[in-house]
């Protein structure tokens, strides 16, 4: 249990470190909702999201605040996951055999050497 709880983490590049942040993010974001009136969803779009450029612009003073929060290395993650995401999908269909015919592709040829007719080696026979 413990070790699939670490490659989980792992997987989804949170390190300790992130883990032991989790108050820090807490705080700033009582911070935020006291002084500006934000909710959580918008908080994590300042700090992690869409707004997080023109938020770090405006407010210089909360700087060093906001590198010590966690999960700064998800935000490009996030970011290239959504890309891909966005790609379309490739569905490769294989046409049916051109020349319309529905014999198989496989035919057995009988060996020429007639040392396998008999005994052990003698090829498969259809039933």
Do not use: C, W
């Amino acid at each position: 249990m413990m070790l699939s709880i670490l490659l989980l983490l792992q997987s989804a590049h949170i390190t300790l470190a992130d883990l032991a942040g989790l108050d820090e993010l807490m705080e700033h974001s009582r911070y935020h909702q006291q002084e500006f009136g934000d909710n959580f969803l918008t908080f994590l779009s300042k700090h992690y999201g869409d707004q997080k450029a023109d938020h770090s612009q405006k407010h210089q003073e909360e700087k060093q605040q906001h590198e010590q929060l966690p999960f700064q290395q998800l935000a490009h993650l996030m970011g290239v996951n959504a890309f891909m995401l966005r790609q379309p999908v490739l569905e490769l269909v294989l046409p049916l055999d051109p020349s319309g015919d529905s014999r198989p592709d496989f035919y057995y040829f009988r060996p020429a050497y007639s040392g396998f007719q008999s005994g052990i080696f003698q090829p498969p026979r259809q039933a």
